[in-house]
């Protein structure tokens, strides 16, 4: 299983942005897929997920401003982040969730994506 991120840029605050996480080996289907996110100087973060059955997840902090789905047909998960913040700068990546909420833990994990928030 493998998993790769992007999309990640340079955004004014308020503004949108898309990430992608291509997912390979199997059927993104078939996993829990979730985002997390580090910033410099902060532990890293839990966001959201979305489960084998398309059941959703969000941390408090993103939730009203983010989205995850999924394209089963391209094997690809999707954040769209909107409203955005400058406290939302970090690297976020993609990862298989083995648990989220409270805890998050993973088995697999793409590289990150950087996306900074500033005007």
């Known amino acids: 299983v493998q998993l790769q991120a992007s999309g990640g840029g340079l955004v004014q605050p308020g503004g949108s942005l898309r990430l992608s996480c291509i997912f390979s080996?199997?059927?993104?289907?078939?996993?829990?897929i979730g985002w997390l996110r580090q910033a410099p100087g902060k532990e890293r973060e839990g966001l959201s997920c979305?489960?084998?059955?398309?059941?959703?997840y969000y941390t408090d902090s993103v939730k009203g401003r983010f989205t995850i789905s999924r394209d089963n047909g391209k094997n690809i998960v999707y954040l769209h982040m909107s409203n955005l913040k400058p406290e939302d700068t970090a690297t976020y990546f993609c990862?298989?969730?083995?648990?989220?909420?409270?805890?998050?833990?993973?088995?697999?994990r793409g590289q990150g994506t950087l996306v900074t928030v500033s005007s």
């Open positions: 979305i489960s084998y059955d398309g059941a959703t």
């Open positions: 990862a298989s969730i083995i648990q989220y909420g409270s805890e998050w833990r993973y088995d697999y």
């Open positions: 080996g199997a059927r993104v289907d078939t996993y829990a």
